[in-house]
């Protein structure tokens, strides 16, 4: 990828990568500041990754693990999600969002994972089994259980999984 | 409430449309300094220390509107035109379109980096089309011009440089207490206010007398993202922050009371004649647009609008705002404040970012930051339809000459002039360099040289 290529890939997949991490942690932040750093060492990767789907696929990967290491960093002493309830003060959601936000807060990170990229960034069951090292079954797995989860607080009409 | 992907799906689109990214420029740096340190070799006996790539410059923040700006921001440039000599333009236009113009503009190209020792501003004569000797201000970020063409303001790391665009050479710095971010200069071109601070933490406005070049008492304000916008008298600046906008008279340089707008507003538009401010930005994952009485700084009932409302730009007959985003740009009836049928304007890969309107008010061009070449696209205001896509280059910023005949994009590389009348790209003008995002400012005023 040379620079135009990957100026161009940097400018369509930035926001795009960040709405996909806020939605995996709940913390606005914390996704910026991942996508950024991933997007650093795009860079320094170019040469092995190439733009569109597959270079996404590698940034989120990239800004995912970024993104747990730190959370794991900042779990001395606090949980986890406790730093993705921190007040945001750039929206006003109202409040069926945040009781959903809250509620998402609650669903553990693998399943979040899933639920994203599945629902988001639309890739199927084997894709996202592929991304995050994980047999299909264990997917749909997260996938069911992320949704039961969430049942409470959605009108969701039930969708077949899609391979 | 909705579907879960829905739900999911707004949740990013909200955060998507806030994203605040580096510059490009910025991240390749601090991309390349890590590549270095990787393959640096070690040191024997007394050999100097390898040189590592210059220290990354401070972050810059961007208004999540100016997401793809800030994204393809490796180099950016200011233009800023100025009317000169009247006369014949003699520049080598091409066979679609010579720059003619009753007047000659000089036309300001402030370049970013990388390498930040590039920075500075390119002066370019729209009479040979070819760019003059570069003014270097290393580490450049804000950039202001004075109503009467006279004066460029360059914010460079703690400090801020007038550059004399008579002589084209910088004058003595004007510093501050932390990183300048943007710089504004009233409309009546006796103050320059600065915004400054950190860029997680409180930041305020300085007011800089033009005239002297000094800075007054900070004024303490709740800002965020360079969103400044001033009544055409100049007498009220608005400054807006998380989930308001707060109006300072620039006589006293105090701050009345935050208009709560819900939102953190990406831009600030007021009418001609005054009377209204519409600011933009998202609640939630809404894009609005909300209307301020400028008589008694207290807002309107809010429009939602479809896509990540970014920009706004008002007609010259203050009749209709154009405000958009994401793929289309909604006209607004501002005796109303009623939106219209919104206009699909669709860049691949990319979004529109940036909106301006001719003079005579009979186009409004929408450029894109990002995405292919044909990143122009000029809207009917009579009839509110896009026409066909003027190619220009990669990642436009627009400006368009007082005289409106001609509009330029700024691009990848180059300036390109584009004929208004007939929606033609003339003979690209050259920058050393890819430039990638480009901000836009035109003077009003008389007579500058490059």
Redesign the interface.
Known sequence: MDREEFNRFYAASFPRLVGQLYAMTGDRAEAQDAVQEAFIRAWVHRSQISAGRRGEAWVRVTAWRIAVSRWQRAREGIRLMLLAARPDHAAGPGPDRVAFVEALRKVPAEQRRALVLYHVADLTVEQIATETGVRPGTVKARLARGRAALRPYLQETAAPVRE | ?????D????????????????A?AD??R???R??RRTIIPRRRGNQPAPRLAPRARPVRRWP?WA??LA??A?VTAVIAVAATVPGTIHGPGSAGHRPAASAVYTVYAAIFGPPAGRDGLVPVSTATSTPGKPIHLRGMSGVAITPDGKTIYAGSGDTVIPVSTATSTPGRPIHFRAEVSAIAVNPDGKTAYVEVGPRSGPRVLVPVSTATNTPGRPIRVSIEGRVIAFTPDGKTLYAGG??TVTPINTATSTPGRPIRV???PTQIAVTPDGKTAYAVG????VATVTPINTATNTPGKPMHLPGCTCFIAITPDGKTAYAGGSDTVTPINTATNTPGKPIRVVFP??SPDEIAVTPDGKTAYVAS???GPDSVVPISTATNTPGKPIRVG??ATITITPDGKTLYAGT?NKIVPVSTATNTPGKPIPLHG?I?GIEILITRGPATSG
């Open positions: 409430m909705s579907d879960l992907k739900e999911l799906r707004q949740l990013a689109d909200e955060a998507a449309c806030q994203a605040r990214p580096l490009v991240v390749i601090q991309g390349d890590r590549h999540g997401a793809p994204a393809a490796a998380p989930g819900g939102m953190l998202f609640q939630g994952a890969n990319a930051y990002g995405g990669s990642g990848m890819p990638n």
